[in-house]
């Protein structure tokens, strides 16, 4: 019986592509003049004084801020302080109109039909909370927010950690053979049946969808099997 679903959203809900054409670049164009005008602000020092700690850079130094995180942009670095400033970022671009989050059309079909049916929703990624409520709130499907209970970041743990599903669960208060959780990164299913989910592997851009022990292994959202 499951009761509740965790999804991951880039590659799994939504593409690829547009996170790192779309939403990578323009929080890298923005950074520099984000920072300078935005300096000061609570939010924003408290996310600095952890880049400048693990970079072991001066506080006072914006213009290497700048270059630390232009590097982790491109290296795609999953760090949390990295993520809570590309949110409020991309808030700008969200609010202005200039992109809309994608969202794959089986994906919108399911998580629609999964929520009239009851089901509890739920989204985990890498992008901050903010980011998340922002990517579903601004979407070319429209205002989805509704359909999440929660959303789960990287303050969670990491998404290849075990112990980061546990913890989840823990919050969603369920047992873990109840939640399903959906994902492109085998690594990630494979951390989340550790702490005794139930699993989907999602290979959207696969010709031959590869087999798993332990995973459903799907090419979209339609041919998620759901027990209830
Ligand atoms: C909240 S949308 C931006 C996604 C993001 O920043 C990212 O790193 C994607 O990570 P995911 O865990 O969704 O694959
Ligand atoms: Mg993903």
């Given at each position: 019986m499951i009761k509740a679903i965790v999804t991951d959203i880039e590659g799994t809900t939504s593409s690829i592509q547009f996170v790192h054409q779309v939403l990578f670049p323009y929080a890298a164009q923005n950074l520099a003049d984000f920072m300078r005008q935005q300096r000061g602000e609570d939010a924003v020092e408290v996310a600095l004084r952890d880049v400048a700690t693990d970079a072991k850079i001066?506080?006072?130094d914006t213009e290497a801020l700048i270059a630390q995180l232009l590097d982790w942009i491109a290296e795609d670095k999953k760090i949390t302080t990295l993520k809570s400033l590309q949110g409020m970022i991309w808030e700008y671009g969200y609010r202005n109109g200039d992109f809309q989050a994608h969202i794959y059309p089986d994906a919108l079909e399911k998580l629609i039909a999964w929520h009239k049916q009851g089901m509890e929703l739920y989204v985990y990624s890498s992008g901050s909370i903010h980011a998340q409520k922002l990517f579903f709130g601004f979407n070319e499907g429209g205002d989805?927010?509704?359909?999440?209970k929660n959303y789960f970041d990287t303050t969670s743990g990491?998404?290849?950690?075990?112990e980061s599903y546990r913890r989840i669960q823990q919050q969603i208060n369920?047992?873990?053979?109840?939640i399903l959780f959906l994902s492109d990164i085998v690594e990630e299913v494979n951390a989340a049946a550790e702490a005794g989910m139930q699993t989907a592997w999602v290979?959207?851009?696969?010709?031959n969808v590869a087999t798993h022990p332990q995973h459903q292994c799907?090419?979209?959202?339609?041919d998620i099997q759901v027990p209830q």
């Open positions: 001066d506080i006072a989805l927010r509704y359909l999440f990491a998404k290849r950690d075990w369920l047992p873990a053979s109840e290979q959207r851009e696969s010709e799907v090419s979209n959202f339609a």
